[in-house]
C-alpha cells in the first residue's frame, strides 16, 4: 500500500502558483448620498471589467477629501498604494455638482492621470465611467517596457492601443470655413418705467402762521421714469386737522395739493436718492365756529421743493420723504366778534413722511 501511494504521489502532475493578480486600490470617499452611491456603482463595474485584477475598495479618513488640492489629495493616497503594492490607485471626485473627476495614479511609472467630466445627476452611467477609468489605467503604461508590465496589464494597454489606433483610422470631417457672425451684444434689460408710492405724511407750519398748523394724511405719488434716472410725475395728497384756538373756536381743516414734479436719482449701493420740485393747484376747506367766515374754500397755486430716499433694490422699496410746501394764497379766518385774525394757513409748510414704493412695467 505505501508503495502504491508513493508511485500515485510521484505520477501526479506538478501545479506551478504563479503571481498573484496585479492590484488596483480604489480610495472610497465621503460625499452626498448620490456621489456615494456612484463610487459603489463604479466599484462594482471596475470588479467585472477588470476581472483579472484584483480591485480593493479602501476608505480614506480625510475630512472634505474630494475638494482638497490635488497634491494634498496625491499625498494622502500614494501611501495607501505603496502599503498594498497596488499597481494603480485610483479615485472619483465631485469638486461642483455635476462635475466628476476621475483621478488614476500609477505605481512604478510616475504618472498620474487627471480626468474631468461633465455628468448631470440623472443620466451618471457607472459603466461609462469604468470604461474610462480602464482607458486612463492603459494610457499609464502605454509607454512601459512590455516585460515590466504584468499580463493583466498588458491585455489592458493592448486594448488601449487599439481603441487610439481605431480612431486615427477614422477620417477627419472636411473642415469648411464658414465665416462666423460675432456675437450679438447682450441686450441690457428693460428698465423699469413707472414708479408708484404711498406715504403716510406730518405736515408742519413753518412760516407765518397763526393757530394749529400741524397736519396729518397721505399721498399718492405716480411717476413715469424716461430713462432709469429722469422721471415725471403726479403727487396727490390729502393733510388735514382740527385745532382749537380759544375755548369757543374749533377750526377743522382739509387741503389736497395736485403737483406736478419732476425728479432726478442718484444711487449709492442698495440707497437712492431722488431730488424732487414740483408745481400746482391746492384746495383747502376749511370750517370754524365763531369766525368770519364760517365755512371757506380756497384754491391756490403751490410748489414744492423736496427729496426721497429710498431704500432696497427690489421691486418693492421703502422711501423716506421731506420736503416744503409754499403757497401763492392761503385761507385766513377772522375772530367773531373782532377783527382779531383766529387762524391762518401757512405760507411755507414742511412735509415728512414714510412710505413703500414699487417699480414695474
Known amino acids: 500500500m505505501l508503495a ?25 470617499t465621503d460625499g ?16 467585472l471589467l477588470l476581472d483579472s485584477f484584483i480591485v480593493l475598495n479602501t476608505p480614506i479618513a480625510i475630512p472634505d477629501f474630494p475638494r482638497k488640492p490635488l497634491a494634498d489629495q496625491l499625498a494622502a493616497v500614494l501611501p495607501v498604494a ?30 498620474t492621470l487627471v480626468r474631468t467630466l461633465e455628468f448631470d445627476k440623472k443620466s451618471r452611467n457607472e459603466s461609462a465611467l469604468a470604461l474610462m477609468m480602464r482607458e486612463l489605467l492603459g494610457t499609464a503604461f502605454l509607454y512601459e517596457a512590455p516585460a515590466t508590465v504584468p499580463p493583466q496589464l498588458r491585455a489592458v494597454v493592448k486594448q488601449t492601443r487599439a481603441t487610439m489606433s481605431n480612431a486615427a483610422d477614422v477620417a477627419p470631417a472636411p473642415i469648411v470655413d464658414t465665416p462666423i457672425a460675432p456675437p450679438a451684444p447682450a441686450r441690457p434689460p428693460d428698465p423699469k418705467r413707472l414708479r ?16 394749529g398748523a400741524t397736519r396729518y394724511g397721505g399721498s399718492l405719488t405716480a411717476m413715469w421714469k424716461f430713462t432709469e434716472r429722469l422721471g415725471v410725475g403726479l403727487d396727490w395728497g390729502v393733510t ?16 389736497m395739493p395736485i403737483l406736478a414734479v419732476a425728479t432726478h436719482s442718484y444711487a449709492f449701493g442698495p440707497f437712492a436718492i431722488w431730488p424732487r ?32 430716499v429710498s431704500a432696497g433694490t427690489q421691486a418693492f422699496t421703502f422711501v423716506f420723504r421731506l420736503e416744503a410746501l409754499a403757497r401763492l394764497g392761503r385761507t385766513q379766518l377772522t375772530e367773531l366778534p373782532g377783527d382779531q385774525i383766529l387762524w391762518r394757513q401757512p405760507a411755507v409748510s414742511l412735509h415728512a413722511g414714510i412710505g413703500l414704493a414699487w417699480e414695474g412695467l
Open 82 to 111: 505603496k502599503s498594498n503594492d497596488a499597481a494603480a490607485v485610483v479615485w472619483l471626485s465631485e469638486p461642483i455638482p455635476g462635475q466628476l473627476m476621475l483621478h488614476l495614479v500609477a505605481q512604478g511609472t510616475g504618472r
Open 277 to 308: 420740485g414740483g408745481l400746482g393747484p391746492e384746495v383747502t376747506w376749511t370750517v370754524s365756529r365763531q369766525s368770519v367766515p364760517g365755512e371757506l374754500s380756497t384754491l391756490t397755486g403751490a410748489g414744492l421743493l423736496g427729496v426721497d
Open 196 to 211: 408708484l408710492m404711498a406715504f403716510g405724511l406730518v405736515d408742519s407750519g413753518i412760516v407765518d402762521h397763526i393757530g
Open 32 to 47: 452626498p448620498p448620490a456621489f456615494v452611491k456612484t463610487q459603489a456603482r463604479l466599484h462594482e463595474e471596475l470588479t
Open 4 to 28: 502504491l501511494a508513493l508511485t500515485l504521489v510521484l505520477a501526479a502532475p506538478k501545479v506551478s502558483i504563479g503571481p498573484p493578480p496585479p492590484l488596483i486600490v480604489m480610495i472610497r
Open 240 to 255: 388735514g386737522h382740527r385745532a382749537v384756538p380759544s375755548p369757543t373756536t374749533a377750526v377743522s381743516s382739509v387741503s
